[in-house]
């Protein structure tokens, strides 16, 4: 048995011009790179093997980093069932001049332990709650992983759903990439984060074409995975606009992957993402007008407004709530090591 404490892992980045965007920020994209790696060493530590990211929860990015600072990821697991691990990652930057620590993010992700095959396999070991707030964590993780289940009955439909659903909208961009073993975390399939950076790059391509001007990742919505990514295979990006505020902009990217030895094509996921405009303060700063007319449009944004409430109320409860909880956490788990 391990406990949640004994489940941790760190990782530390120091943020480099080539980790940034014209502004001096670090990239969206690469930030989720480090989560997802995070969490999939995390897991592949676990499961004692690979194991396959199946959904990640909404991230919102809480403040930006700036080149300089470090980056500190830290994740541990949540709850393990037959074969999947509930894995929490947290975020924060620390200045090394004034030592100031700023929360970035909170994560959570489900990932599927898999054999050779790419098929799911047992996990032998188990997780114990060592304290009380262990055992909170845990009854927290089981609501999250019960709250998925809908999403994930549709699975094998969604994995046909090969259909290009922003082909409809005005403004589109649509790229392909080939998987290339430097793309993989571990043997043929290819690395979560990895997919993520290319996610982000496509979308904000398109974000900044409609902009044109200098925009940072807001946020990335609920994301499910409907079938893995394998080495050799072509990743199709589809991205359309979905909704324009006054300063930021949410878009949609498709993603489907097509064998080239089978000639078969599947649904990977569908990703929502916001991004802000700013200026060379870092203020945000309003972006062009755009008003839906099809009623496809009309559907799309009708759609994204819904989730733009529930991201707001998502974010201003993580600011109230998430230092404290994890503090209190760590706490705990210090307690836990004198103990020990």
């Not at 046909?160 to 392909?176: G, H, V």
Request: aromatic share 8%; hydrophobic share 35%.
């Amino acid at each position: 048995m391990i406990s949640i404490r004994e489940s941790a892992n760190k990782m530390v980045q120091y943020v480099l011009p080539e980790h940034s965007n014209n502004h001096g920020t670090l990239h969206g994209g690469i930030l989720m790179d480090w989560i997802m790696l995070t969490g999939s060493i995390t897991s592949f530590k676990f499961a004692n093997g690979p194991a396959a990211l199946g959904a990640a929860d909404s991230i919102d990015f809480l403040n930006p980093v700036k080149i300089g600072e470090i980056v500190v990821l830290e994740s541990w697991v949540e709850h393990v069932g037959n074969s999947s691990i509930e894995i929490a990652v947290r975020v924060h930057s620390e200045d090394g001049e004034t030592e100031k620590k700023e929360l970035i993010t909170l994560s959570y992700m489900s990932f599927i332990a898999v054999g050779e095959d790419v098929r799911p396999r047992k996990i032998e070991t188990k997780l114990s709650a060592s304290s009380t707030v262990e055992r909170e964590l845990i009854a927290r993780a089981k609501e999250r992983k019960v709250r998925r289940l809908p999403e994930i009955k549709k699975r094998k439909s969604n994995v046909s759903n090969i259909a290009d659903e922003t082909e409809n909208t005005r403004l589109i961009f649509n790229t392909t990439k080939m998987v290339l073993p430097e793309d993989a975390f571990y043997g043929k399939f290819m690395s979560v984060g990895k997919l993520m950076k290319y996610i982000d790059e496509s979308a904000a391509i398109l974000a900044k074409r409609f902009t044109k001007g200098v925009l940072v990742t807001g946020s990335l919505d609920d994301l499910f995975f409907y079938s893995p990514l394998n080495v050799g295979s072509l990743i199709e990006f589809k991205a359309g606009i979905t909704y324009v505020g006054s300063k930021s902009l949410e878009l949609a990217i498709k993603v489907d992957s097509y064998d080239t030895e089978t000639g078969e094509s599947s649904h990977a996921c569908t990703a929502f993402l916001t991004y802000v405009k700013i200026d060379e303060s870092g203020t945000p700063v309003s972006v062009p007008e755009f008003t839906p007319e099809t009623p496809y449009e009309i559907r799309l944004w009708k759609e994204a407004e819904k989730r733009k409430e529930r991201r707001k109320e998502r974010v201003e409860r993580t600011r109230r709530f998430a230092d404290d909880y994890l503090n209190e956490y760590k706490k705990v788990s210090s307690n836990s090591k004198k103990k020990g």
